[in-house]
T-cell receptor, first 112, second 111 residues
Framework: DVKVTQSSRYLVKRTGEKVFLECVQD?????MFWYRQDPGLGLRLIYF???????EKGDIPEGYSVSREKKERFSLILESASTNQTSMYLC???????????FGPGTRLTVT | GQQVMQIPQYQHVQEGEDFTTYCNSS?????IQWYKQRPGGHPVFLIQ?????EVKKQKRLTFQFGEAKKNSSLHITATQTTDVGTYFC???????????FGKGTLLTVNP
């Protein structure tokens, strides 16, 4: 079974803090994704990566950056957290670029 | 940019009734995927449709992809309490890597 893990289920940070969200997959998938999920808005793509050190902006990249130094790990960085970044963050991976995505359990981030 | 609209936003049914959710894209899709998210859980892949007019079945679930590849539907026959959750469609346009998700349909089932 594919396993996608995220570093925290719940996280509380203060405005202005730098926040790291980590995602690890154990199935040697090339492609990894970061989404945020908000009530009434569904899932929105923040960034994705189709190879180590490669990244592409999604639909809402503003205020975020990513890092992929190793194939199995994809990190989402909030350089200076703001209250409007309070959300559920979901990481996903896929073997093929156009294939099914496997999601992690999510990190619920609250910025106060 | 590409938009994927999904209706209805909510649907409450009695156990045993049928349920359908619809997905419409502003552009032609190369493929469409469906996911289910249980309350408190994460999205889980159900199926992918690629061909125009394609119909696929998984037990009580029937998935259709429109002839013009701009719409899709998920139909559940005789709902059960285990069907509770939010159903998302997600479409890709052309050679785009990106999946665009609909906002989802939350299904609740009264036993």
């Amino acid at each position: 079974d594919v396993k996608v893990t995220q570093s925290s289920r719940y996280l509380v940070k203060r405005t202005g803090e730098k926040v790291f969200l980590e995602c690890v997959q154990d199935m040697d998938h090339e492609n990894m994704f970061w989404y945020r999920q908000d009530p009434g808005l569904g899932l929105r793509l923040i960034y994705f990566s189709y190879d180590v050190k490669m990244k592409e902006k999604g639909d809402i990249p503003e205020g975020y950056s990513v890092s992929r130094e190793k194939k199995e790990r994809f990190s989402l960085i909030l350089e200076s957290a703001s209250t409007n970044q309070t959300s559920m963050y979901l990481c996903a991976s896929s073997l093929e670029a156009y294939g099914e995505q496997y999601f992690g359990p999510g990190t619920r981030l609250t910025v106060t | 940019g590409q938009q994927v609209m999904q209706i209805p936003q909510y649907q409450h049914v009695q156990e045993g009734e049928d349920f359908t959710t619809y997905c419409n894209s502003s552009t032609t899709l190369s493929n469409i995927q469906w996911y289910k998210q249980r309350p408190g859980g994460h999205p889980v892949f159900l199926i992918q449709l690629v061909k125009s007019g394609e119909v696929k079945k998984q037990k009580r679930l029937t998935f259709q992809f429109g002839e013009a590849k701009k719409n899709s539907s998920l139909h559940i026959t005789a709902t059960q309490t285990t069907d509770v959750g939010t159903y998302f469609c997600a479409g890709r346009g052309g050679s785009n890597y990106k999946l665009t998700f609909g906002k989802g349909t939350l299904l609740t089932v009264n036993p």
